[in-house]
């Protein structure tokens, strides 16, 4: 069975970091992060399989998307954080690199991700 477990959200000033972290049991495929914003769709914000990444064009040089493979922890590393960056970042695996929610089968429970200005 899989299980994804978020962890790391906060808060933090605008221009800050924070570091998410995704701890994966029960699988070893493509995985990536998404947020929801209130009101607003879920969007996807990075992706990874084993030989490539792929990120949204709003967090292209602020934000990068490691794994820990020994660990099996997916990692969001968040730099130059902006206040349209606030939402609940979720955790998903699937089996395609795309950035498009409704191709991962997986999902962790969220962490809240605030950034005043």
């Known amino acids: 069975q899989v299980q994804l477990v978020e962890s790391g959200g906060g808060s933090v000033q605008a221009g800050g970091s924070l570091r998410l972290s995704c701890a994966a049991s029960?699988?070893?495929?493509?995985m990536g992060w998404f947020r929801q914003a209130p009101g607003k769709e879920r969007e996807g914000v990075a992706a990874r399989s084993i030989y490539r990444r792929t990120y949204a064009d709003s967090v292209k040089g602020r934000f990068t998307i490691s794994k820990d493979d020994a660990k099996n922890i997916l990692y969001l590393q968040m730099n130059s954080l902006k206040p349209e960056d606030t939402a609940i970042y979720y955790c998903a695996a699937g089996w395609s690199l795309t950035l498009v929610p409704e191709t991962y089968d997986y999902w962790g429970q969220g962490t809240q991700v605030t950034v005043s200005s």
């Open positions: 029960g699988y070893t495929g493509v």
